[in-house]
Every structure is written in C-alpha cells, then in structure tokens.
C-alpha cells in the first residue's frame, strides 16, 4: 500500500473533476479523470493544438544554496554548471559511482548562489545531501512551492495576456514576475515536446492561479490527467524514470543500471567535463552497450504497441516496448523501445509481439517523432 507523505493544494480541484489521486514519489496525483479512452485522446490532443494545464507538484522541489551550490550541483550532476547564467535553466543526468543513471533533473538558476534543482523519484535529492555535507551549502526540500505546467500551442497566448514578455522568453529561459496578482517564477519547460511553461507559486496561491488560468484560457486550456504525460513523451523521446530503465526490464544475469550511451543521454554531459560522480566509468562504458533506446513505428497498422510487448528480427528475441501510442492526430502507433544495438538502425524491419501473441509490422527509427528539429518547443513570438 502507498504511503502518501505529500499532498497538492490541488487535490480538492482534481476531486471536484473526477481525479482519482494514486500516487507519484509520495504525492496523490490525479494521473486521472476518468478511465476512458475518449478523456485520454482530448486531453491529449488538447495539448497538441489547444492547451493543457496539469498538476506536477509531485516533482521534487529542491533548493540548493550558499557559497558551494555550485560546486555541489557540479559535482552531483552531468553539466557544467559554470555555463548556466541567472535567469537559465539545463536539463542534467545524475549518475551512481559505477556510471548508471539514478535520477534526471532541471537546474534552475535563480541568482547568485542560490539554485533549484527538480527531480521526480530518483535519488537525485540523496546525492545532493550527501554531497553538500561540510560544505557551505544548504539543501532545502521545498513542498510548499507547487508546480502546474501549462502546455500547448495556445499556452503563450493565455500567459501573454499577463505578462506580454512571456512571448521572448527563451526554451529554458524562466523568470520571477506576477501573475493574477501573486507571486511566481515561470520557466519555458515541460515534459511534452511542446510549446510550454512551468509556473511555479505558493501553495495558498496554487489555487486561484488554476481557476484563473482556466477562466483567461476559456474553450483554448483544459485541465489534464497527468497520465497525459505518457502520451505526449513517448513521440517526443522524453524518457521517464525507472519506466524505461532496467528498473522495469531487468537483465537476466546482471543488476539494474544503465548507461546514458544506451539511454542516449550522452548529450547531457557538457563536453570534457571530469569530477562527476560517475565520470570514469561513464566514460570507459562507451562503445560497449548492452541495448539502446530507439524508436519502433508501425508499417501497416494502427494498433498500440503494449509494454512489455516483444520485438524480433530474423526470428531472435531483440528487444522489448517500454511505452507505446496510438494518435490519430499524427496517423501513427508509434514506440519507446529497448533494442538490441544491432537492430537500432532507421527502416531495420522489426515484427513486434504483442503479450497476447498478435504479431504487428514495423520498423526501427530514430526520435522524435514529433517535431524532430525542436522548432515547436523553441518557437518564440
């Protein structure tokens, strides 16, 4: 049984719409509204063409502060955070001593020596705390500051009407202002590979900011079940922990860790950086994966690939589906797989086994699928 030691200022707004609060890293979190298929499809396509706001308090909140932030963040994480400038943000990996992936974050620079670093159910907090012990650093887990992320097309508009300067900040730009006449930092993140912002507040304000946002958005925002998420990820290559970690797939004769060169998440190490937990062996495990993370597309069919669903080439057992989708907006099924790296190839044709025998057409390609040049979520004006 879950134990659920967090709870959002939101919870009685999710009720009022149906929410049923399952948890996620120890928060009640509306993962829905309802069960059916047609409320999975609109709030998806919401966020597609309209707009979407959604409840992601559960993240975990962490301040990072004092002469030695930088240092600890440094030292913890894949970035070089020397490069990230006040007012700046960077997505990073966090890695255990043995190179593996323990935990994904942003870094958020808020001014001088004084940082926040978001999290979900890794042990990104952990080795932050075990790092920053004796040094002039404090480590403060934040709860009372919620998270709604607001995403889509239409999500600039809505904010614009506050904040005109909303239109110019930048992907990964935030900034600290008013909203409805509350404090908040907003920053041009997300986890949908779509145009949007994460508008951080108080708890006691966390409310009238999401009656407020649905009212300015009318009939262009909607708010939307977190399980949402998973659809939206999968055709942006946003990959989910320990979802699509051997957490969930075990190797049969090794533990749990994978790499970020079989993730690849190699980008998210600032190039020649050293002194990162991890680095040595994160480096000498190049060129020697196990499997890789790679795209699978259906040829023929509209079917959703299920998870767990098997993939074959020539006969051999070469992989398994992590998360699929079916989107009648884009006209694909498409999938987050682990392959075999010799049949991680574009146009590779695959056959994917479905847990109930059914056996489906495909191929292998690269991600994303949506919006494969990022101009979307980077898009300004």
Not at 114 to 132: D, F, I, P, Y
Not at 161 to 186: C, H, N, S, W
Not at 190 to 219: M, N, P, Q
Not at 304 to 333: C, H, P, W
């Amino acid at each position: 049984m879950a134990i659920l030691w967090r709870a959002s200022a939101l919870a009685h707004r999710h009720a009022e719409i149906g929410g049923e609060l399952e948890d996620w890293n120890g928060m009640g979190t509306a993962w829905f509204y309802d069960h059916t298929p047609e409320r999975a499809k609109a709030d998806y396509e919401a966020i597609r063409t309209k707009s979407g706001l959604m409840d992601v308090s559960g993240l975990k909140k962490v301040h990072v502060v004092g002469a030695d932030a930088a240092y600890v963040i440094d030292r913890v994480t894949t970035r070089n955070v020397e490069k990230i400038a006040p007012g700046r943000s960077t997505y990073a990996s966090i890695l255990n001593s043995e190179g593996k992936f323990i935990d994904d974050c942003i870094i958020y620079h808020i001014a001088v020596n004084s940082w926040l670093v978001v999290h979900g159910t890794g042990t990104g907090m952990e080795q932050l705390a075990s790092v920053a012990a004796g040094k002039n650093c404090e480590i403060l887990f934040d709860d009372d500051l919620h998270d709604m992320s607001l995403q889509g097309p239409k999500s600039v508009d809505i904010l614009a009407k506050e904040i005109p300067a909303i239109r110019d900040l930048a992907y990964f730009g935030l900034m600290q202002t008013r909203l409805y006449g509350r404090d908040v930092m907003i920053s041009r993140t997300g986890y949908t590979g779509e145009r949007g912002y994460e508008i951080f507040c108080r708890a006691k304000d966390a409310v009238h900011i999401w009656d407020s946002v649905l009212a300015a958005g009318g009939d262009d925002v909607r708010p939307t079940q977190f399980s949402t998420l998973d659809m939206l990820r999968i055709e942006s290559y946003l990959l989910f922990y320990p979802g699509d970690n051997s957490e969930t797939f075990p190797f049969d004769d090794e533990t749990c860790g994978d790499t970020l060169w079989e993730l690849g998440l190699d980008f998210t190490v600032s190039p020649d950086k050293e002194g990162f937990i991890g680095a040595e062996n994160h480096y000498a495990s190049k060129g020697k994966e196990r499997f890789k993370i790679f795209g699978v597309k259906l040829s023929d069919s509209m079917d959703q690939m299920e998870m767990f669903a098997r993939v074959m080439s020539g006969g051999k057992d070469v992989g398994v589906i992590t998360y699929g989708l079916s989107s009648e907006l884009n006209k694909y099924s498409v999938a987050i797989a682990r392959l075999d790296p010799s049949v991680a190839k574009a146009g590779t044709k695959l056959t994917v086994v479905q847990p109930d025998g059914t056996e489906l057409a495909a191929t292998a390609e690269e991600m994303p699928f949506y919006d494969q040049d990022k101009s979307i979520r980077t898009a300004k004006g």
